[in-house]
């Protein structure tokens, strides 16, 4: 993430509410196309409208990274001020580099409720790879945003471990769930638009003793999916991203149990 400082315009006391109304709807639409972290501020401040934000990567700003319906919310911004918003990046040490999806080997779909980044990652080195960088359609981008919006609600409901843990749980770990068909579609998407093979990780908390939970098969093939990694010493352990089941032909990845050894929940997403 990237903090800026977005200055709009001046306003008087008579449009204020309609300056960040405007405003806020310009937000939305960054948000929803993968520029910005939906946490965003807006205040009146020394009689302009000012906005602090988090951006996705480099170039957030750029009009060449905004969705259609993005370009057409900033055109009413420029009118309603009669200026550009100014961005001012107030971070010390901002990347350099841009997060790139081009020469990965692979990709992968990849949320929860402490992650507000892109979901996108490169299978490679873990990079996080901006969504509208990526060349799908508007809609798709859009489509991936609420995938993510849904299962950081699923995430958050099991992690309540109220009434509906075990639904939620539901959702997140098996492959034909509602949440993992949305999210698989979009992999597809991807994948169609980048050539890059996509694949959705799958959360395995509940399993089986560990020799058992290597033998596990791909819940949707009924292949052998285990990956054998070499021993990982206590001062370099194995990434989260060295995944320990991988399905090239399902495109799905996950790893290996790391909760409780509960046989009637385990059946979860096998």
């Known amino acids: 993430m990237i903090f800026y400082q977005i200055t709009f315009g001046f306003y008087n006391k008579n449009t204020l509410d309609e300056a960040i109304d405007i405003v806020e709807n310009y937000l939305d639409a960054l948000v929803r196309n993968g520029q910005i972290d939906q946490n965003y501020t807006v205040i009146p401040w020394q009689k302009q409208v000012v906005a602090y934000i988090n951006a996705v990567g480099l170039e957030a700003d750029l009009s060449k990274s905004h969705s259609n319906y993005g370009k057409e919310l900033l055109n009413k911004v420029e009118k309603f001020f009669k200026q550009k918003p100014v961005w001012n990046c107030n971070e010390d040490f901002p990347p350099k580099q841009k997060a790139i999806w081009k020469n990965a080997s692979f990709l992968y779909l990849f949320t929860n409720n402490y992650h507000h980044d892109s979901p996108l990652h490169r299978g490679d080195n873990n990079d996080m790879v901006p969504l509208y960088r990526v060349p799908v359609t508007d809609s798709e981008r859009e489509d991936i945003y609420c995938w993510q919006e849904y299962y950081r609600e699923?995430?958050?409901?099991?992690?309540?471990?109220?009434?509906?843990?075990?639904?939620?749980?539901?959702?997140?770990?098996?492959?034909?769930?509602?949440l993992s068909l949305r999210g698989r579609e979009s992999c597809l998407a991807i994948e169609k638009a980048t050539g890059i093979p996509v694949y959705y990780y799958l959360l395995r908390y509940f399993g089986r003793k560990k020799e058992n939970e290597k033998q596990r098969k791909c819940p949707c093939c009924g292949n052998s999916w285990f990956v054998e990694y070499p021993q990982q010493s206590v001062y370099k352990?194995?990434?989260?991203?060295?995944?320990?089941?991988?399905?090239?032909?399902?495109?799905l990845v996950s790893n290996l149990a790391d909760g409780e050894v509960k046989l009637n929940y385990a059946k979860i997403g096998e």
């Open 237 to 251: 352990p194995k990434l989260f991203y060295q995944f320990d089941f991988q399905c090239p032909d399902c495109r």
């Open 154 to 178: 699923c995430d958050n409901i099991w992690m309540g471990s109220g009434k509906f843990e075990i639904a939620a749980y539901q959702m997140l770990a098996d492959p034909r769930s509602e």
